[in-house]
C-alpha cells in the first residue's frame, strides 16, 4: 500500500494493540517487523495525535497479509506463496464473523467471471492501471454482483496492494482450504453446457460413492469438447467427452486403413 495507509483496517486490525478509534481513520507508517515478531514504528491515530510503538503482537492469520514478511525468490514459488498467504487470512477473518459460506459463494461467481470473461481477465492483470482505477473498477463489479461486504473489502485491499492479478489463485487456495477443513474433496468438472443444479447435485452423490468423501463441484463450460464431461479430482481424471471419443476413433480409423 502507499504509505501504508490502512483504510481497509475495519478488515484488517492490528492485533494487540488497544486503542479506541476510528479503524477508517488509521494510518500506518514506517513500520518494520523484525525475525522475532517485533513491531516497529509508529500508528497515527488521526492528524494530532500519534503514538510510538515498540511490542509484540499476538499471532494472527492476518500479520503476514497486513505487513508482508514474507519475500519469495521464484515467481511460481512466489504467486503460490502469496495466494496462500492472502487465502488464509481472508479464511482466518471469515471464520471468526461465520461467513466462510458467504465467501464461498462470493468466489465462485467471480471464479465464474475469470473464466468466462476476458476483459475482466485482463481488466485483474493489467499493469498499466493505476491503484484508483483498479479500485473503483473492482468496487464496481463487486457492487453490481451483489457480492458480501468482507469480500468486497478483500477486493478492495488486493487493488490497494496490486494483488488482483493473484486472484484466481486466491479462489482456488480459499475454496481448497475450506473443502479440506470439512473433509471434502473438490472435482473440477468441465462440460459442453453449463450443469443443471440437479446434474450437479446428482455429479457430487455419484462420485462421493466413488471416493467416500463429500464432493464439491467445481464447474466451467467448454463447447469444444462437444458433449459429456471431463471430471478431474486431484490426479485422477474421467475423460468422457465427446471430442475425445472422436479422436480415439479417429485413430482406430488410422490403424484400420
Not at 79 to 84: F, I, R, T, Y
Not at 88 to 105: I, M, P, T, W
Not at 232 to 245: A, C, E, L, P, Y
Amino acid at each position: 500500500m502507499t504509505e501504508k495507509h490502512m483504510a481497509i483496517l475495519g478488515l484488517l486490525p492490528p492485533v494487540g494493540l488497544s486503542i479506541a478509534c476510528n479503524a477508517m481513520e488509521v494510518m500506518l507508517t514506517s513500520c518494520r517487523a523484525d525475525r522475532g515478531g517485533n513491531f516497529h514504528g509508529a500508528i497515527y491515530v488521526s492528524k494530532s495525535n500519534s503514538l510510538g510503538f515498540s511490542k509484540r503482537f499476538a499471532p494472527h492469520p492476518l500479520e503476514s497479509l497486513i505487513w508482508g514478511q514474507q519475500d519469495v525468490s521464484s515467481k511460481t514459488t512466489g504467486n503460490k506463496g502469496l495466494a496462500d498467504r492472502y487465502a488464509s487470512a481472508l479464511y482466518g477473518l471469515a471464520e471468526e464473523r461465520k461467513a466462510l459460506d458467504q465467501v464461498a459463494e462470493d468466489f465462485r461467481s467471480l471464479q465464474a467471471m475469470v473464466k468466462e470473461s476476458a476483459d475482466f481477465r485482463r481488466f485483474i492483470a493489467s499493469p498499466v492501471l493505476s491503484r484508483e482505477d483498479q479500485k473503483k473498477g473492482i468496487a464496481a463489479l463487486a457492487a453490481k454482483a451483489g457480492l458480501g461486504e468482507l469480500t468486497c473489502n478483500f477486493l478492495g485491499l488486493l487493488a490497494s496492494n496490486r494483488r488482483l492479478f493473484a486472484l484466481p489463485a486466491m479462489i482456488d487456495a480459499y475454496l481448497a482450504r475450506l473443502s479440506a477443513a470439512r473433509g471434502e474433496v473438490t472435482a473440477d468438472v468441465v462440460s459442453a453446457k453449463k450443469l443443471t443444479e440437479k446434474q450437479v447435485s446428482d455429479l457430487s452423490a455419484a462420485l462421493k460413492k466413488v471416493v467416500g468423501k463429500d464432493v464439491a463441484i467445481e464447474s466451467t463450460v467448454s463447447p469444444d469438447i462437444l458433449g459429456g464431461l471431463v471430471v478431474k479430482i486431484g490426479s485422477r481424471m474421467v475423460d468422457s467427452s465427446i471430442r475425445t471419443k472422436l479422436q480415439r476413433l479417429q485413430l482406430a480409423m488410422k490403424g484400420v486403413g
